[in-house]
């Protein structure tokens, strides 16, 4: 990168050219009203708007944003970014702008709290990640099925299936946290209320029962002309079961609004990620989850490990589409 450019956190000003720039490569309809939820209103804030930019002329021509989130195992939590939303304007692409936000958020945040860098990337930024030291650990699939096309499997006796508060869905995520030492994004009150006031996407909340398994699901309806998209943003292990995940996503395709697709993301080969597809749900389109030690983690090769768990074997992480911003 020459010296023409140069990478600051972001201000007030470098608000109309984020939007626009977001639009024309990654969004159709991103606006302040999204910006302000995700990058302000987010609970685990850092005190700023957590976007690098990189500036030319004066002019913002390049953003990547990291967004604060906190990670649990068992007792454990801890403070991570996540990169999402970014862009390099096109008559500045082939510089390497994208990876000096990398780096320069890297020396940033190591003295702010963050402890590791996650991201779910597409090809071109997953390789620009690896260049400046980023872990590829693994893909992840965005998984969908039309409402036409999904298949119901029997077995759905006995499954009880009901609305609930976001209270109760909180009792739920804890009483599962508490028996797992699988890692996960710390869903907080405050992060749960912050997740499904999402401004273009309405969520609902459900408990889940079978026999003596209980557990929750969030599901989220996005407008899609006179329909809707459903995603099944979280979930806890009893909708693992092909009849559980066939009843509950039955349910809702019967009595509910007009739906015309459902969609999740899992990491491919996962549990999940078998069992919807033998519900009828096809690849959409993939992501590579690259990590990156910003301070404090042991690293071994191209591992990650925190108190001797390795964070970059996904077999250890719990993760859903409400995760993947």
């Given at each position: 990168m020459s010296g023409q450019?140069?990478?600051?956190?972001?201000?007030?000003?470098?608000?109309?050219?984020?939007?626009?720039?977001?639009?024309?490569?990654?969004?159709?309809?991103?606006?302040?009203?999204?910006?302000?939820?995700?990058?302000?209103?987010?609970?685990?804030?850092?005190g700023f708007v957590s976007i690098a930019v990189v500036e030319h002329a004066g002019k913002p021509v390049a953003f990547n944003s990291f967004l604060p989130l906190m990670v649990r195992r068992g007792r454990e939590i801890f403070s991570i970014v996540q990169g999402c939303d970014g862009f390099v304007e096109p008559e500045h692409r082939r510089m390497g702008l994208f990876q000096e936000t990398l780096k320069f958020a890297f020396r940033e945040l190591a003295e702010k709290g963050p402890q590791m860098l996650m991201g779910f990337n597409f090809a071109g930024s997953a390789g620009a990640a690896q260049k400046v030291g980023s872990t590829l650990t693994c893909d992840f699939v965005a998984l969908s099925a039309k409402s036409t096309d999904f298949k119901r499997c029997d077995g759905a006796k006995g499954i009880e299936i009901?609305?609930?508060?976001?209270?109760?869905?909180?009792?739920?995520?804890?009483?599962?946290?508490?028996?797992?030492l699988q890692l996960h994004y710390y869903r907080t009150p405050e992060y749960l209320r912050w997740r499904?006031?999402?401004?273009?996407?309405?969520?609902?909340?459900?408990?889940?029962?079978?026999?003596?398994?209980?557990?929750?699901?969030?599901?989220?309806?996005?407008?899609?002309?006179?329909?809707?998209?459903?995603?099944?943003?979280?979930?806890?292990?009893?909708?693992?079961?092909?009849?559980?995940?066939?009843?509950?996503?039955?349910?809702?395709?019967?009595?509910?609004?007009?739906?015309?697709?459902?969609?999740?993301?899992?990491?491919?080969?996962?549990?999940?990620s078998d069992v919807a597809r033998r519900l009828g749900f096809g690849p959409d389109h993939y992501y590579t989850l690259i990590m990156k030690n910003i301070r404090r983690l042991e690293e071994s090769g191209k591992r990650l490990y925190r108190d001797g768990v390795e964070l970059s074997d996904i077999g250890n992480w719990k993760i859903v589409s409400s995760d993947v911003f």
């Open positions: 450019y140069r990478v600051r956190w972001f201000e007030k000003g470098d608000l109309p050219a984020y939007i626009r720039g977001l639009n024309e490569n990654l969004y159709n309809e991103y606006d302040e009203a999204r910006f302000k939820w995700k990058m302000v209103d987010t609970p685990f804030s850092l009901d609305s609930c508060s976001l209270d109760e869905l909180y009792y739920l995520y804890e009483s599962w946290a508490k028996t797992t499904y006031s999402h401004p273009i996407r309405r969520s609902s909340f459900y408990r889940i029962q079978e026999g003596g398994d209980t557990g929750y699901a969030t599901i989220s309806l996005e407008r899609d002309g006179s329909s809707n998209t459903l995603f099944l943003e979280d979930y806890s292990p009893i909708l693992q079961k092909p009849q559980v995940l066939s009843a509950f996503i039955k349910q809702l395709l019967d009595e509910g609004e007009a739906v015309n697709e459902v969609y999740l993301t899992e990491a491919t080969g996962s549990k999940m």
